[in-house]
């Protein structure tokens, strides 16, 4: 556990994640047989912090309550693995059981992902104590789960009355509450369509900068990379092109690379090219994600990518 002021919170989903790897596309009516199974960190507070820990970036986690369970020891085991992280406010609770993800990758990168009770999980309250000494907030949003949704706005107020910065994922509608707290949005476009099909995505995204003031920045898998700064400058950014091997957490490392772009002072085009440097290495990662990137391998893919401002 860290002993270091920590600069990041990362609070929100925190589980297990198994990975089936089949010798085939399920098929209806066929019996599967599971040639691999390996587990990770899954839910996106743990896979940010995986990532910012990896970077010994001092970071706390908090958000989801886990149990006394295997999996829950495997969520501290991988986590404590990192000295930087702080586990003060992981809590575990005898009557909880972990939250677990099930996911089956295909040979395109894609992945059918199954996760169960995250509707219903429970929450480490927020506490103004949470947020002592932390610099960046790092929460997200997921349609269809209220609860979890109103403890990350109520982390977020919190964190904005002591002017601490939010790095939020998938706030995609002009009227919700968070919008004008926080201070970087990352929204897939996956996200923005779901709830808002007939939309244009970037003119949408334009709307939502223009009420928020932050810098606001639009991923689309492996198309273009949208952002646009406080000052209303339009950034584009094409991501590598690799082969992907399981497309799970794409979004997660992403944010992770903006906020260490932020932490470390860069232009966000700077960080723009660190944070999908990061995402293309995440997606090539090996089912068991046992070992994250270099900072070296992660610059050197930065490098050669180009950011183009548009306006």
Request: proline share 5%.
């Amino acid at each position: 556990m860290s002993s270091t002021k920590s600069k990041v919170l990362c609070y929100g989903g925190i589980a297990i994640e198994s990975i089936f790897k089949l010798p085939y596309q399920p098929k209806p009516g066929i019996a599967h047989i599971i040639c691999e199974e390996h587990y990770r960190l899954g839910g996106g507070a743990a896979n940010v912090a995986e990532w910012l820990g990896s970077w010994a970036i001092p970071t706390r986690i908090s958000g989801y309550v886990i149990g006394y369970d295997h999996y829950g020891d495997l969520v501290w085991k991988f986590l404590s693995a990192f000295p930087s992280i702080d586990l003060k406010f992981l809590k575990r609770d005898r009557a909880i059981r972990t939250l677990i993800a099930r996911s089956i990758p295909f040979p395109d990168g894609n992945t059918y992902l199954f996760c169960s009770d995250f509707a219903s999980a429970k929450f480490t309250s927020p506490e103004p104590e949470m947020l002592e000494d932390i610099q960046f907030l790092e929460i997200s949003f997921y349609y269809r789960n209220p609860r979890g949704n109103d403890a990350s706005v109520e982390i977020a107020r919190i964190a904005k009355t002591k002017g601490i910065k939010i790095v939020a994922m998938d706030i995609v509608s002009s009227d919700h509450e968070t919008l004008p707290l926080a201070d970087i949005i990352i929204n897939s476009a996956a996200s923005i369509i779901e709830q808002h099909p007939d939309v244009n995505i970037f003119e949408h995204s334009k709307v939502l900068q223009s009420i928020s003031n932050s810098i606001m920045i639009t991923t689309d898998g492996s198309q273009e990379i949208n952002a646009i700064d406080h000052d209303g400058t339009h950034y584009s950014l094409l991501p590598p092109k690799v082969q992907v091997t399981d497309s799970t957490g794409a979004g997660d490392s992403f944010r992770a690379g903006i906020i260490y772009g932020h932490i470390k002072g860069w232009p966000l085009a700077q960080s723009l090219k660190w944070a999908a440097a990061v995402a293309a290495l995440q997606v090539q990662r090996n089912y068991s994600q046992d070992q994250s990137a270099p900072i070296n391998e992660i610059a050197e893919i930065a490098n050669q990518l180009e950011v183009h401002q548009v306006s």
